[in-house]
């Protein structure tokens, strides 16, 4: 059995993320048409001081288009990529760039959290967290699932349940088990108490 898991971008986050990358197109379009277009043509009958200026004013251009370029592209992949699904006790988390899975009921399995910003995982915290279920036994290359959508919002209780009763269905080495306990109670937790889902 497969259940889809909440934490992929809304049609409405999907809608913004194509508009604003349409929009910053646009606007590289005409500034390059500014740097390299017509107008650019008369450079070359600037002094060569001015012309190396131009020269350099170009090559930053080039520059920073290549940055926003990449950094819409990983928006755009996060927006349509992003998703995670529990299949049985297998969890399989898809990123913008790669796709990692664990199974709930062998792998070491923990809770933690990081401070929320403004869009959801910048630096300044806005006092609440988002919680996060690590698995995987190698810790520079876990399986982390965020507990909360794109928008915010926690979990819905089933998905919650799923994930706690795939934690407790296997059985682990005495080292991981009592932090697969721990992850499982507070997943149920997070699903069933309401001051708990405001956290």
Do not use: N, Y
Not at 41 to 63: I, K, M
Not at 76 to 102: I, N, P
Not at 109 to 120: E, F, H, Q
């Amino acid at each position: 059995m497969t259940i889809p898991l909440s934490v992929g971008a809304s049609p409405g986050q999907k809608t913004t993320a194509v508009i604003v990358s349409l929009a910053s197109l646009v606007l590289l379009t005409v500034a390059a048409w500014i740097f390299f277009g017509p107008a650019a043509a008369a450079a070359d009958d600037l002094p060569h001081e001015f012309g190396q200026l131009h020269v350099l004013v170009q090559g930053a251009f080039c520059l920073v288009a290549a940055v926003l370029t990449g950094m819409l592209a990983i928006l755009l992949l996060r927006a349509f990529r992003s998703a995670a699904r529990l299949t049985g006790t297998v969890l399989e988390v898809r990123g913008a760039l790669e796709t990692r899975r664990a199974d709930l009921a062998t792998a070491p399995v923990r809770l933690d959290s990081r401070a929320a910003g403004p869009a959801g995982d910048s630096a300044a915290p806005t006092g609440w967290r988002i919680p996060l279920l690590i698995a995987g036994a190698d810790p520079d290359r876990p399986v982390t699932l965020r507990l909360r959508d794109l928008a915010g919002t926690l979990l819905p209780s089933p998905e919650l349940h799923a994930l706690a009763a795939a934690v407790e269905s296997g059985t682990r080495q005495e080292a991981h088990a009592a932090s697969a306990a721990e992850a499982a109670a507070l997943l149920r937790r997070l699903a069933d108490d309401p001051l708990a889902r405001m956290l």
